[in-house]
């Protein structure tokens, strides 16, 4: 039996790409799976709340800290099975996993290079790129249950996959992610389907010549970590595209146009999203709602390349971001009309 290392107040602030909020009251690092469930019977025992923290790329910690148990998540098996099916554990950095279906010649993921973070975040949120989502290629996930610490493997269709979404960021306290399997296409093409990606490359690319594209266009929007891009202290996307109904994108639509934010409709930029609904850019909104790209509120900044990434500067606290964050909502709001959410979780 492997005995915890249980720390106590053990800062987080390190351990996450905004670099902000307090320490967690008691942590954990777990590498297999026994000792997940052994740390989640312990936090039961002493009557404390857990939360388990991946790559740190898209989470806020508050300036309190975490006052229950914090599970550090490093279970970082990767097996690469002949026919393109990948076990990866939940706390392998993703691009281990992106270069090792690259490198074998397996599509499915060759878009989704360049994003920080661990592989067990992938399925939460549904992360996608450049034309692809990761709940494309998911076979299945190995989760652990809460309430009765028994591991399970969830089929893709359990899982309700959606825009940025998934049963796991609805129900965030019933199951931990512990590991993915992906069934990726040996010798399959590429997607080159983004407009972006289709300005630089042919459809018959490598997916070695897809994944150097989209590292290229991602380091050129700062949305690869690079210490030394003056935006390299963010948590990526800081709100969602919003999917509206098409009546409502028509609105913004007219709007932008009769106040000359555009020249023609067609420079709004919007995309069918199923179901006579339509996602609306919400660095567009952000943008043309009068929040230019580098405008700065004391130690955060929107990102100089990007609108939709909020910077931390240094020395900043989570409250500041917040109340910089709820500022833009408002901004959007009595421009637009429009209401974006928050995409990294606020740790509580
Ligand atoms: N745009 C602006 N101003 C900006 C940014 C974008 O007007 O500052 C407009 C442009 O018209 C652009 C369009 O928005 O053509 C789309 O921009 P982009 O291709 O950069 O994509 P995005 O919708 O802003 C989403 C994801 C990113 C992902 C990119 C590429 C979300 C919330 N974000 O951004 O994901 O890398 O597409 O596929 O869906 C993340 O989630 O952290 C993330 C970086």
Redesign the pocket.
């Known amino acids: 039996m492997t005995t915890l290392d249980i720390q106590r107040d053990v800062p987080l602030a390190p351990l996450t790409t905004l670099e902000l909020g307090g320490p967690a009251k008691h942590f954990v690092r777990v590498e297999d799976e026994r000792s997940l469930s052994q740390a989640l019977r312990w936090a039961t025992e002493e009557g404390l709340s857990s939360v388990v923290l991946g790559g740190g790329s898209?989470v806020i910690v508050p300036d309190e800290g975490y006052d229950g148990l914090l599970i550090h998540m490093r279970i970082a098996t990767a097996e690469f099975h002949n026919g393109g099916t990948v076990d990866a554990g939940a706390g392998l950095p993703w691009e281990t996993v992106v270069d090792g279906a690259v490198s074998r010649g397996w599509a499915g993921l060759e878009c989704l290079t360049g994003?920080p973070g661990s592989t067990g975040a992938t399925p939460i949120q549904n992360?996608?790129?450049?034309?692809q989502e990761v709940a494309e290629v998911i076979a299945s996930v190995r989760v652990l249950r809460r309430d009765t610490l028994a591991f399970e493997e969830l089929g893709s269709e359990d899982c309700a996959f959606g825009?940025?979404d998934s049963r796991f960021k609805r129900e965030p306290d019933r199951f931990i992610v512990c590991a993915v399997r992906f069934a990726l296409r040996p010798d399959g093409p590429g997607t080159v389907r983004?407009?972006?990606l289709e300005r630089s490359i042919g459809a018959d690319a490598t997916l070695s010549q897809i994944r150097h594209t989209v590292l290229d266009l991602?380091r050129r929007?700062s949305?690869v970590i690079d210490p030394d891009d003056p935006n390299h202290r963010s948590?990526?996307?800081f709100?969602?595209?919003p999917i509206v109904a098409a009546s409502e994108a028509d609105r913004v639509t007219e709007k932008a146009v009769h106040e000359n934010l555009v020249g023609a409709p067609s420079e709004v930029?919007r995309y069918p999203a199923g179901d006579g609904q339509v996602k609306l850019?919400?660095?567009?909104l952000?943008?043309?709602a009068g929040i230019a790209?580098g405008t700065r509120r004391g130690a955060f900044g929107v990102s100089t390349r990007?609108?939709?990434?909020l910077v931390h500067h240094g020395g900043g606290t989570t409250a500041d971001l917040l109340s910089f964050s709820d500022e833009i909502r408002a901004r959007v709001r009595d421009h637009f009309g429009i209401a974006l959410e928050r995409?990294p979780r606020l740790l509580s």
């Open positions: 898209n994003i992360v996608g790129a450049y034309g825009y940025r983004y407009a972006d991602r929007k949305m948590a990526g996307s709100f969602l595209n930029p850019s919400a660095g567009w952000i943008e043309n790209k990007h609108a939709l990434a995409e």
